[in-house]
């Protein structure tokens, strides 16, 4: 399942997802996480890890998203995400990175690819 960034006519739509990424994060709400993952997803922690799909996130989510982790996200200015042709990153070592795979202005499906671990 993928997932719809919430509506804000005023911001930019990765910045309503970082909105909501935090709100997952400071809710402890691993669902909406596992939802707005993009499958399979790459880690990388002290060693790569493919996560393959969503019963393998779920069932490793402590390691994947740590408390380090959990702070450079909540502590992120939306006014400083690192855009590339990659998708947007969060974190000033790239922590966490999301891509927008909608099909257009009216579809926009943000999803994170990319998990590096800070601890």
């Known amino acids: 399942m993928t997932a719809h960034a919430g509506k804000a006519a005023d911001q930019p739509p990765d910045r309503v997802f970082l909105q909501d990424l935090k709100k997952a994060l400071r809710t402890d709400d691993r669902g909406w996480l596992g939802e707005h993952m993009h499958y399979p997803a790459s880690y ?28 450079i996200v909540l502590a992120q200015d939306p006014d400083r995400l690192f855009r590339d042709r990659h998708g947007t990153m969060i974190g000033s070592d790239l922590n966490i990175r999301f891509y927008n795979f909608g099909t257009g202005p009216e579809d926009i499906r943000y999803e994170i690819i990319t998990i590096d671990d800070a601890e």
Do not use: E
């Not at 990388?44 to 702070?71: C, E, Q, T, V």
């Open 44 to 71: 990388y922690g002290p060693k790569y890890i493919m996560i393959k799909n969503r019963a393998w996130f779920d069932s490793h989510y402590s390691m994947l998203i740590g408390s380090k982790l959990r702070a």
